[in-house]
Each structure stands twice: as C-alpha cells, then as structure tokens.
C-alpha cells in the first residue's frame, strides 16, 4: 500500500511540472533564436618606416634638454677653472709675501753648519781647543786603546756643546759636533779620520790598536794646530 502510494504522488508532480512548463511557455510566446554575426571588421594601421639614425629629426623637446645639458657642462667647467684660478693666485701671493719679509743683508749661517743649529754663528775657538787638549789626554790615561778613542771623542762632543752654539733635539751629539767642528778651520780630513776610528771603537767589533791610537792622537794634534792658529789670528786682529 505505501509503496502504491509512493508512486502515485511522484507521478502527480511529474505532472504538475509539466503543466507549469507549459503554461509558462504559453505565457512567453513562441522560442526565437537570433543569428550571430562573428565577423569583425578588420583595418589595417599605417605601416611603419625605417629612418636611418643620422637622417632621425630631434624634437623641440629633446633639442632643448641636449642643450641645457651642454650649459650645464660648459658652467661646471667654468666654477672648476676659476677656482683653480683663484688657488694659484693665492698661493703667489703667500710667495710673494714670504719673500717681502725675508731679511736682506742678514747674518747666514756659518758654512758647514746644519740649519738645525741656532747662533752665535761661530763657536768659541778657545772652548774647542781646552777639549782637544783634554781630549789629547785622555789618549794616555786608559789600558785598552777603544777606551782611550771612545772618551777622547766624548770630550770633543762636551767642548762642542760648550762652545755657544746650541743644539736642537733633532741633531744627535755626533753630527752637532761634526757640524760644530766643519765651522772651524779644523781639517776636514783628521775630523773625518777620527769620526771613524770612534765609531770603530764604540760600535764596531773590530779592535783597536795602538796603530790606531796614534792615528787619533794625530788627528788631534792638527786640530789643535789649526785652533791654535785661528786663536793667534783672533788675538793679533783684536790687538791691531
């Protein structure tokens, strides 16, 4: 019973559908259909040209930045120009002014003396000449002869410092001596010789002999000789 049911309902809304489809239709009309058209119409553009790039034309707009650009560069190098200008004036000018205030005439150095070294311009021959006697000395007073060169050259340096001509920090005792001494009319050549048997006998491992003591005793035998003349031409110019 309930299976006869069943489909006695179904069948009654299959038809119940059926009629609303056809009433619908009824109500709307007829089924028309309408033809497409997919055709579209086709337009060929312009076809484009080939210009050569030296036979292209600039636009007003591009002229004009090409152009500012060039004044841009052309005031950049003006600025540089003129400041390189201006740099080379100045530094004349600091020349030329140095040079104004640079003394004429003045005292200059003693020849053979360092410009590190400060006036009076010429040492005290008398000073120099008690520490070459002194210096002769200590050549007898010590066994080894290394000893005896080391500490007649160490008087040489305590008479240069003696002399009135002052040392800066930026000369060491050896050259301020040396320089001290070439502003005298010591012989360059015995100053020399006994610069090197010091330096021999201080810093090197070769020994010392008594050759080489009697060359150092030579080289201030004709420094003393040379002060003692430039004391006497001292003396006899202050007599007359």
Request: glycine content about 6%; aromatic content about 4%; overall charge negative.
């Amino acid at each position: 019973m309930r299976k006869r049911a069943g489909s006695v309902l179904l069948a009654a809304g299959m038809t119940a559908l059926m009629a609303l489809a056809v009433l619908s239709a009824a109500v709307r009309g007829p089924w028309t259909t309408e033809p497409r058209d997919f055709e579209f119409p086709f337009e060929p553009g312009p076809v484009p040209t080939l210009v050569a790039p030296e036979e292209e034309e600039q636009g007003p707009e591009v002229a004009a930045d090409q152009s500012g650009l060039d004044a841009l560069d052309v005031t950049w190098m003006a600025v540089v120009a003129g400041m390189i200008l201006l740099t080379v004036l100045i530094l004349l000018l600091l020349r030329l002014i140095r040079r104004l205030r640079r003394p004429i005439g003045g005292a200059q150095a003693p020849r053979g003396l360092p410009s590190d070294i400060d006036a009076p311009p010429e040492p005290d021959i008398p000073v120099l000449l008690r520490g070459v006697s002194a210096a002769r000395e200590l050549l007898t007073r010590f066994a080894e002869p290394s000893d005896a060169v080391v500490a007649a050259w160490l008087a040489l340096e305590e008479a240069a410092d003696r002399s009135g001509v002052h040392r800066r920090p930026s000369s060491t005792p050896t050259e301020f001596t040396m320089a001290v001494l070439a502003a005298t009319p010591a012989p360059p050549a015995a100053t020399r010789e006994l610069l090197d048997l010091y330096r021999t006998a201080r810093f090197s491992t070769h020994p010392i002999t008594a050759t080489d003591l009697d060359r150092a005793a030579g080289c201030l035998a004709e420094i003393a000789e040379s002060f003692t003349a430039a004391a006497g031409a001292e003396r006899a110019e202050a007599r007359g």
